[in-house]
């Protein structure tokens, strides 16, 4: 495994306007080539966190897929974050894994938000994605999973090196994040990147955005509150590889599996 350059983008988002967000995702993103090998987006990064997907849903091979296919080639890169997607008649909040080459992966959110209504609008999913990429095994989630985390488990069956939360995640609940976000890489030990959101959005919820990379005992090695920005930093693998054969708790962990 070598170093893994990550490029955390945190902004404020368009209320529900695709081409709005795409291009001020495009500049964003304009000077990287050659410069990292994953772009982390926001969840839903081209509406917000909007519950009318009857409007705003595209299929996938629509504008969303083909941008991320674009800035992908162009970047030399994996992009990642979640769009409203819309597949046999049911509609979802899906994760898009785009490699550079145009092959993908997904993940649909699990735990869908019911005191937003989540859950009377879109379809969970059923299982995690396990990414492979540069020799990092990486499992990208989704806002609300981050309060569950037997689904964020590193579980030795389908172990992974860095656990990636995309999210609309509001300011009044901005403890929550942070506290959970180191919660999450201790008792994984893994390395963690959550990337939030700022501003106001059409329904009058603030975010501080507060966008973060926690090493795998916890430390907090980045965060960004209330500013828009785009920051790339480099995962060693060497102190995590370490870190696990001197301190091997995950070899003492409960089995089960989840259904």
């Known amino acids: 495994m070598e170093p893994l350059r990550i ?23 304009s000077g990287l080539p050659g ?13 917000g966190f909007s519950m009318a997907p009857e409007k705003l849903a595209e299929r996938m091979d629509g504008p969303a897929m083909n941008w991320l296919l674009d800035q992908a080639r162009r970047l030399g890169a994996v992009v990642t974050g979640s769009v409203v997607v819309e597949e046999n008649g049911a509609f979802y909040n899906r ?27 879109y379809r969970g999913g059923t299982r995690r994605l ?18 569950f985390p037997v689904w964020s488990r590193n579980a030795a069956s389908d172990p992974y090196d860095v656990l990636i939360y995309v999210a609309n995640f509001p300011a009044r609940r901005s403890a ?30 603030d975010h501080s955005g507060d966008s ?3 090493d795998y005992e916890g430390n907090l090695l ?3 509150t209330r500013q828009q920005g785009v920051f790339t930093v480099s995962l060693d693998p060497l102190g995590l590889q370490d870190f696990r054969k001197k301190f091997p708790f995950l070899a003492d962990q409960d089995k089960f599996s989840l259904e």
């Not at 490029?7 to 993103?29: D, H």
């Not at 410069?35 to 509406?47: C, G, I, K, R, S």
């Not at 145009?102 to 937003?116: I, N, P, Q």
């Not at 990092?136 to 989630?141: D, E, Y």
């Open 7 to 29: 490029t955390m983008v945190q902004t404020s988002l368009y209320w529900e306007n695709r081409e709005a967000n795409l291009e001020q995702f495009s500049g964003l993103l």
């Open 35 to 47: 410069q990292t090998d994953l772009v982390v987006l926001p969840e839903m990064f081209t509406t």
């Open 95 to 121: 994760l898009i894994w785009m490699r550079p080459d145009g092959a993908f992966e997904t993940y649909d959110k699990r735990h869908l938000f019911g005191l937003a209504g989540e859950h009377l609008h």
């Open 130 to 147: 396990i990414a492979e990429w540069k020799g990092w095994r990486i499992c990208p989630l989704i806002c609300y999973d981050l309060r």
């Open 176 to 205: 929550a994040w942070k506290n959970l976000l180191v919660s999450r890489a201790i008792e994984n030990q893994a390395y963690v990147v959550g990337v939030n959101r700022i501003g106001e959005d059409g329904n009058g919820h």
């Open 212 to 214: 973060s990379l926690l």
């Open 222 to 224: 980045f965060r960004l």
